[in-house]
């Protein structure tokens, strides 16, 4: 998780809710060969683990050719058996220190909301980066917290553990993060649903 002071790959890309479009796989690996893309987690809340599994094989494959870190969302047991690279854990899901026992030296990130005191939490538990956010309005998901700059600042104080910042990130407003401290932009939308421009496109804007 190491970082230099310019990260270029900045990008924590989210998979798209659904995956069910073959084209799903070409384009990702164009956006992966733009080489911005840090980390690639799957996020598929209403598929089958047998899915799952069928489709995280396929997108390890290009995560692997193109040095991206392949996550699993919420679910560490999943994460072993596709040997992905690592896991997100939300607020609700298996605690840290379980989730440590299944995948061992691998990459865990928590989801810390709006929250000081769960990135503090996180932190004596382990984790590998804190997740923050929503920062602002998406679609992506049913928003329950909203984070602001300051958190980034404030954790920055406390901890060098790389921070990924989430919600509603575009070309807009990305940069604004970036300057803020984040380490890594949490994208899903901008890339896969965008109106304007092809998954390809979307990604080389971001500079």
């Given at each position: 998780m190491k970082q230099n002071k310019i990260?270029?790959?900045?990008?924590?890309?989210?998979?798209?809710?659904?995956?069910?479009?073959?084209?799903?796989?070409?384009?990702?690996?164009?956006?992966?060969?733009?080489?911005?893309?840090?980390?690639?987690?799957?996020?598929l809340k209403n598929e089958t683990n047998?899915?799952?599994?069928?489709?995280?094989?396929?997108?390890?494959?290009?995560?692997?050719?193109?040095?991206?870190?392949?996550?699993?969302?919420?679910?560490?047991?999943?994460?072993?058996?596709?040997?992905?690279?690592?896991?997100?854990?939300?607020?609700?899901?298996?605690?840290?220190?379980?989730?440590?026992?299944?995948?061992?030296?691998?990459?865990?990130?928590?989801?810390?909301?709006?929250?000081?005191?769960?990135?503090?939490?996180?932190?004596?538990?382990?984790?590998?980066?804190?997740?923050?956010?929503?920062?602002?309005?998406?679609?992506?998901?049913?928003?329950?917290?909203?984070?602001?700059?300051?958190?980034?600042?404030?954790?920055?104080?406390?901890?060098?553990?790389?921070?990924?910042?989430?919600?509603?990130?575009?070309?807009?407003?990305?940069?604004?993060?970036?300057?803020?401290?984040?380490?890594?932009?949490?994208?899903?939308g901008y890339i896969w649903n965008n109106?304007?421009?092809?998954?390809?496109?979307?990604?080389?804007?971001?500079?």
């Amino acid at each position: 998780m190491k970082q230099n002071k310019i990260n270029k790959k900045f990008v924590y890309l989210i998979s798209p809710n659904k995956i069910t479009d073959i084209n799903f796989y070409n384009d990702l690996a164009l956006v992966l060969s733009s080489k911005k893309v840090s980390f690639f987690q799957l996020r598929l809340k209403n598929e089958t683990n047998s899915n799952k599994l069928i489709i995280g094989k396929k997108i390890k494959k290009i995560c692997n050719k193109y040095k991206v870190k392949f996550l699993v969302n919420d679910d560490p047991l999943l994460a072993k058996k596709m040997n992905a690279d690592g896991c997100h854990l939300g607020q609700k899901d298996i605690n840290l220190i379980k989730a440590r026992k299944i995948l061992k030296n691998k990459i865990i990130g928590v989801t810390c909301h709006n929250s000081v005191n769960l990135a503090k939490r996180a932190i004596e538990a382990g984790a590998d980066y804190l997740a923050f956010g929503a920062f602002y309005a998406t679609k992506t998901k049913i928003v329950k917290y909203r984070a602001s700059l300051t958190i980034l600042k404030s954790i920055k104080k406390i901890t060098s553990i790389p921070i990924v910042a989430i919600g509603g990130i575009k070309l807009s407003n990305y940069k604004k993060l970036l300057l803020n401290k984040a380490n890594f932009l949490a994208i899903s939308g901008y890339i896969w649903n965008n109106k304007k421009y092809k998954p390809l496109e979307a990604i080389k804007k971001l500079k």
